[in-house]
């Protein structure tokens, strides 16, 4: 384990040798959905000995179609997200897209995530580094693996040098994402702990209803070969009904297949660290 992550998982057991895990629903859809989750997501890792940050956005900033559900309200997600941390003692990762939202969001969160699309985005980076929390940045769609040296720079730059790097695909024509995986090997090599984005590398984006679509079945697939090349970390959307989640459904890892999946990943990573 990166020695910097460790206050991160302050309270849970972990194996020291074990992946990390980002997981929960894309979005915040309502308490119950989100409690019961993050329960069933803490149960399964403490079994594993996996550490855990349960994932949600309070809000949907990007979405296909001007119909799409972005959310419940910004402060009744957030509040939602601070019962996790305070009734399950788990870590929260969740979105920002602006700088403002940086401030806002913090209080509520331990890990705050930049979108792929914003990586660039000069002042939000600066605005979540000065928060102090843990910083994850996703390397966008367009950006090679290290050129995202430049977005870890703006936030090292506020002092804050608690940052991960998320691989989550590259685009491929209009309607879908590869990984190459060279930029993890990359990403791993300007110093920072990399998480591979396994549901979201998965999608199959600008489909023509307005709807994402994704590749579920190759889950697996991806995430075995991640912790084959060395990630640090996962990041796994999953959902009760991912056919009936209100956003990013159909890329998502339903909750009842998460156990079985996490035990082989277990033991990929034994056989290569």
């Known amino acids: 384990m990166t020695p910097f992550l460790k206050p991160l998982f302050t309270g849970q057991s972990y194996n020291e040798r074990s992946f990390f895990l980002l997981a929960g629903p894309c979005v915040v859809e309502s308490a119950s959905l989100v409690l019961e989750t993050a329960a069933t997501l803490k149960d399964i890792c403490n079994r594993l000995q996996i550490p855990l940050v349960f994932k949600a956005s309070y809000r949907k900033a990007n979405r296909s179609s001007a119909n799409s559900f972005t959310g419940i309200g910004d402060k009744a997600a957030l509040e939602i997200l601070q019962q ?17 939202e940086a401030a806002m969001a913090a209080p509520y969160t331990d890990v705050l ?82 998480v591979m984005d396994v549901t979201h590398s998965l999608q199959q984006p600008n489909q023509t209803v307005g709807v994402t679509g994704g590749l579920p079945a190759l889950i697996e697939t991806l995430a075995s070969a991640a912790i084959g090349a060395g990630a640090s970390g996962l990041f796994i959307e999953t959902h009760p009904s991912p056919a009936t989640a209100k956003s990013d459904g159909a890329n998502m890892l339903a909750l009842d297949k998460m156990e079985a999946l996490l035990e082989k990943l277990v033991r990929i990573r034994e056989a290569v660290i």
Request: hydrophobic residues 40%.
């Open 84 to 100: 996790v941390r305070t009734q399950l003692q788990l870590p929260v990762v969740t979105d920002i897209h602006t700088a403002e």
């Open 113 to 194: 995530q930049i979108p792929a699309f914003l990586c660039r985005q000069t002042d939000l980076l600066e605005a979540a580094g000065r928060t102090g929390k843990f910083i994850n940045i996703k390397k966008g769609q367009f950006v090679s693996g290290p050129a995202m040296k430049f977005a870890a720079e703006k936030v090292k730059n506020t002092g804050n040098e608690k940052i991960l790097l998320t691989e989550r695909g590259t685009t491929f024509g209009y309607q879908d994402l590869v990984v190459d995986f060279r930029n993890m090997y990359w990403m791993r090599e300007l110093g920072y702990p990399v």
